[in-house]
Each structure stands twice: as structure tokens, then as C-alpha cells.
């Protein structure tokens, strides 16, 4: 009974492809998404991003947990921040605690370098959600936040979001006017096509810099699996 309980418990943990098999076919994908991001904007460097979806269970989350891997693993300096500050997943992907965060930061009781914590993968420092307050949308809206951005920017050379879904609350939509670009995650065969208008068409009304969407969880082709693993 307690191995199968430990079984249960390790197949709920989040495991991140492009740390533990950075050069699997999965891996590539992500690469290729933060290359594509580096020729996204011609006239202005894209350093800082935000990632959201439609709708939960798109995704997102690890989406965004894995692209955060592969710019460090690029060998920028890079910060991810979990501003879900209603259902935060980040410190549970890189198994961390949660007890101070963004939201210790919004409110100002420490500084943006303590809420701070170097994850186990080389050059990704990591700001976790920390308590979740009772007035998220007011806090990412603030003038703290704004300020913790310009300063993220002097220290790091990628900062990445993790937001909650745009249509559920407004939150990421205020963040998104704060970013250089934003990108909606869908999930092949889940995220309904009026969900993702809608999201977008959220997104543009308060004028944000929309970089394109990831398509996650497409169905892998038996062709294209043995053309990268062989027989």
C-alpha cells in the first residue's frame, strides 16, 4: 500500500522534458518556439513575456516552465515569474516552497533580489507565487509591479510570466500592457476555437503585443516518431 501510494504521488509531479531530456524531439520544439520568439520583433529586442491560455488545463504553466529552461539553457540569465496569484504551479514544477514570492514583493515586504531563488538549472532564478493575497488583479496592476519589471530588466536578461487564463479573470490582461509581447498556449483538440478568439480578442482590447501561440499536446505521428528515434 505505501509503494503504491509513493507510485501515485511521483506520477503527479511535474517533470520538465527539456531539463530531464533536453534533447528529445519535445526539447526541440521548445527551442525552436524561443527561436522564433528571438525574430518575433524586428525593431525592439523581446526580453520580457508573458504566457496564458484561454482557459485552464491548456498547458500553460508547463509551457511556460520549459521555454524559461531553454533560454537558460541558451546561456541568458533568466528570471521566471509565477504571477498566478490564484492557483501558482511554478514552485511545484521546481520543487520549492512558497512562502515568499511576488506577492511579498507587491506589497513591499522584501526586495525583488530576496524573493529571488536560484533553481537547480544553471542560470534560472526562479520567483514563486509566495502567499496568495486576497486582491491579485490589484497587485499586478500597481505601481510596485511596474517598478519590479524595470528592475528585473537591469539584472536578467529574459523575465517570463506565468499568468492565470485570460478568460477566466483579468489578470493577465493588465500584465500583458506591462510586457514586451505576449503568447497564448492551446491545447490540440481541447481549447475550443471561440475560446482562443476570445482570448486573443481580450488581449488586443487592451492593446497588447500578441507574439503568436504555442500548440500543445498535438498528437505525435507514428512517421515522425521513428524518423527521429529510428527502429
Known amino acids: 500500500m505505501a509503494r503504491k501510494k509513493q507510485s501515485k504521488k511521483g506520477n503527479k509531479m511535474r517533470h520538465l522534458i ?20 528571438q525574430f518575433a520583433s524586428v525593431d525592439e529586442e523581446v526580453r520580457c513575456i508573458m504566457l496564458t491560455s484561454a482557459g485552464p488545463a491548456e498547458g ?80 499586478l496592476g500597481s505601481k510596485r509591479m511596474q517598478h519590479l519589471i524595470r528592475e528585473a530588466r537591469e539584472v536578467y536578461d529574459v523575465v517570463i510570466f506565468d499568468t492565470p487564463p485570460v478568460l477566466a479573470v483579468t489578470d493577465a490582461q493588465i500584465l500583458s500592457t506591462f510586457v514586451d509581447g505576449s503568447i497564448l498556449v492551446v491545447r490540440s483538440k481541447s ?29 505525435k505521428k507514428e512517421a515522425n516518431y521513428y524518423y527521429y528515434y529510428g527502429n
Open 18 to 37: 527539456t531539463k530531464l531530456s533536453p534533447r528529445s524531439p519535445i526539447s526541440e520544439q521548445y527551442r525552436t518556439v524561443r527561436t522564433n520568439l
Open 60 to 139: 500553460k504553466s508547463m509551457t511556460t516552465a520549459n521555454l524559461a529552461v531553454v533560454y537558460a539553457q541558451q546561456g541568458k540569465s533568466v528570471l521566471l515569474i509565477d504571477a498566478d496569484l490564484r492557483k501558482p504551479t511554478v514552485h511545484y514544477t521546481f520543487r520549492l516552497d512558497n512562502l515568499k514570492g511576488l506577492s511579498n514583493v507587491l506589497v513591499g515586504d522584501i526586495p525583488l533580489k530576496d524573493a529571488a531563488v536560484a533553481s537547480d538549472v544553471d542560470n534560472l532564478d526562479i520567483i514563486s507565487c509566495g502567499p496568495i493575497p486576497p486582491n491579485p488583479s490589484e497587485l
Open 191 to 219: 481549447t475550443e476555437f471561440e475560446a482562443a478568439q476570445k482570448a486573443i480578442e481580450a488581449l488586443e482590447s487592451v492593446n497588447a503585443k500578441i507574439l503568436g501561440t504555442v500548440l500543445n499536446d498535438r498528437e
